[in-house]
């Protein structure tokens, strides 16, 4: 067995003891007989697995108890309809377009109601993020949108943006437990779980609970009501069980790290590695804003498609895959999620420091 460095942006690299100790599991788990994929997920040993797994993130994240943690299906796309579906009472919301997928998720709000752009890094192909200190927000807006990290455009907001005491709703998907947050200043927070959690298949949305009401609009299915989903205890109707299983072993592990604190500490060294390298190389380039890089999702270039190419087929031929930018972005991207080891991102240094004393004009 060999196992590559993987800088996918998602889904993405899993840490290799929750991939052993899965594979272990896999067909009889702790006695049970059965793989957890087999089980019913109204026994009481699947009980026990999404019981301890709400109960480890709500450790983890701080979780005040006025929050509901539900386990979902669909991606983070289908919290694009969602929010606005169940938390348009006035039928407007204010969005901050700091990317393709806040993009994505303004331009759904649409459906449903009035959805107001009120800040956009667009101007500069979203390389960082605007002011958000004092924007216009209609008054009666329900809620006001980010993507906190944009995981295409390696941006990052390190200040929330002053909503003016509307609720604050964001999309973690590439950023959840990289770092501690304070929860009390959301009304919403989900994140689809391959980017940086788990495997693709589970949605977590983390919803304050006076949010989850019988008014929504009109038409939404029982199964896009959070109300659906907070009354059942996520087991509505069959969740994605063994997704959730892996989510749960990858909160264990993060405890066994030291938590969310210890992650970021992690996190800021590998980050530090990579940027240093970028700012002092006459090669490669970051594209982003320095006040407003990602830790999770680093895009670099040469200024050259050529050469980015060769870079990346090299690359991969030294072990380190994934590395090719998103298609609407070019050049490199490096995913450096919580389970990217050190070592793999001083590996791609090293490899970066080789190829540009070779490819230096
Ligand atoms: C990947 C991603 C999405 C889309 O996730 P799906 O689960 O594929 O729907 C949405 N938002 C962000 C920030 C992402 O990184």
Redesign the pocket.
Known sequence: MSRIFNFS??PAVLPEEVLKEAAEEMLDYRGSGMSVMEMSHRSKVYDDIIKEAEADLRELMNIPDNYKVLFLQG????QFAMIPMNLMKNKKAAYIVTGQ?AKKAYQEAKLYGEAVEVASSADQTFSYIPDCSDLSIPEDADYVYI?E???IYGTKFHTLPDTKGHTLVA?V??CFLSEPVDVSKYGVIYG?V??NVGP?GV?IVIIREDLITEDVLPGTPTMLRYKTHADNDSLYNTPPTYGIYICGKVFKWLKAKGGLAAMKEYNEKKAKLLYDFLDQSSLFKGTVRKEDRSLMNVPFVTGDAELDAKFVKESKAAGLENLKGHRSVGGMRASIYNAMPMEGVEKLVEFMKKFEAENLK
Do not use: E, L, Y
Not at 75 to 78: R, V
């Open positions: 942006a998602g991606g983070a796309s289908q997928w993507c990290n944009n995981t999309d998907s590439s689809g391959q980017k693709a949605v």
